[in-house]
């Protein structure tokens, strides 16, 4: 999943249920690898003109008291699930976004809720996910559950979303490695658009368009990506999914039933492919089931 195979799994938690789900999704994965769990809770002190006796040091001393109580708790939970499990924990005032970008540096995986409160208010809102996910050094997960306890149902497909991009090709390995973690299919699920436009032009062109020629072109550039995987991941048997419309439609759709939902990103900027945009936010808050970002191969 990452260069740094033998780092912990880290959690941001703040107090919400969302993070509670993502803790203790967070520690399966961990026990899954081997690895130990690092719950990261960071108290972000407002700053500026308006706060005043906000920046008093007893405030921040009951904050950081209050973050020490929460992952203490936590700590506590999973060790009674997990009890072989090494989990440390970390309370620290800072900038969310900034720590767990470094915190990613020694990471195996980052994982996230999908919604929060406290200092993770807004954490995964807008810009501040795209910075995230685009400078972060190792996968990130962002946990949304169908279930009370935030653990998905096991026996669903990982499903990875291609779209020709050279990110396309972090998202199929990672996907192939946790696919075959978990003994269960890959769903390699890649969608095209047919042209669009206003001008007149384009509007009668869709009717003459060998629509059969482009799917088969289009099925090839989903061969191309999964080329040499099946071959060194022969357990995982891989379903391949061609279809024409919007990817987000069709991620959301296949999400219904997936334990894992797999896609991948650039190094630098905002996210591309199936992660642009509105796309990136629609899976974010609607998909339901959890959300694995690829850090890229190079």
């Known amino acids: 999943m990452s260069t740094n195979t033998m780092g912990p799994v880290v959690v941001g938690v703040d107090g919400s249920e969302s993070a509670g789900h993502a803790a203790r999704w967070a520690a399966v994965e961990a026990v899954h690898r081997h690895l130990s769990l690092r719950l990261v809770h960071i108290v972000k002190v407002p700053v500026g003109p308006d706060v005043g006796g906000l920046m008093d040091q007893g405030y921040v001393t009951?904050?950081?008291?209050?973050?020490?109580?929460?992952?203490?708790?936590?700590?506590?939970?999973?060790?009674?699930?997990h009890p072989d499990l090494d989990v440390h924990t970390e309370v620290?005032?800072?900038?969310?976004?900034?720590?767990?970008?470094?915190?990613?540096?020694?990471?195996?995986?980052?994982?996230?809720?999908?919604?929060?409160?406290?200092?993770?208010?807004?954490?995964?809102?807008?810009?501040?996910?795209?910075?995230?996910?685009?400078?972060?050094?190792?996968?990130?997960?962002?946990?949304r559950s169908?279930?009370?306890?935030?653990?998905?149902?096991?026996g669903g497909p990982v499903v990875v979303g291609l779209d020709g991009s050279p990110a396309s090709a972090a998202a199929v390995a990672l996907a192939f490695e946790e696919a075959s973690l978990r003994g269960c299919d890959l769903v390699a699920l890649h969608?095209?658009?047919?042209?669009?436009?206003?001008?007149?032009?384009?509007?009668?062109?869709?009717?003459?368009?060998?629509?059969?020629?482009?799917?088969?072109?289009?099925?090839?550039?989903?061969?191309?990506?999964?080329?040499?995987w099946e071959e060194k991941f022969p357990d995982v048997v891989v379903r391949r999914v061609v279809t024409r419309g919007r990817p987000v439609s069709a991620l959301l759709v296949h999400s219904t039933d997936a334990q894992l939902l797999v896609l991948g990103s650039r190094r630098h900027g905002g996210?591309?492919?199936?992660?642009?945009?509105?796309?990136?936010?629609?899976?974010?808050?609607?998909?339901?089931?959890?959300?694995?970002?690829?850090?890229?191969?190079?």
């Open 62 to 81: 009951e904050l950081k008291s209050a973050g020490r109580e929460l992952v203490a708790g936590l700590q506590a939970e999973i060790a009674e699930i």
């Open 92 to 143: 620290t005032v800072a900038d969310p976004v900034t720590t767990l970008i470094a915190e990613s540096e020694a990471a195996h995986l980052v994982v996230l809720g999908s919604r929060g409160l406290g200092g993770f208010t807004g954490m995964l809102i807008g810009s501040t996910a795209v910075t995230l996910v685009a400078h972060g050094h190792c996968p990130v997960a962002v946990i």
């Open 146 to 154: 169908r279930t009370p306890d935030g653990i998905p149902p096991v």
């Open 191 to 228: 969608t095209w658009t047919q042209y669009q436009s206003d001008n007149a032009y384009a509007y009668a062109r869709q009717f003459v368009v060998d629509w059969n020629a482009i799917d088969a072109r289009e099925r090839e550039v989903l061969a191309e990506r999964l080329a040499g």
């Open 271 to 298: 996210l591309t492919g199936m992660l642009l945009g509105s796309t990136s936010q629609a899976l974010i808050y609607h998909a339901t089931c959890p959300l694995l970002v690829a850090r890229p191969t190079h």
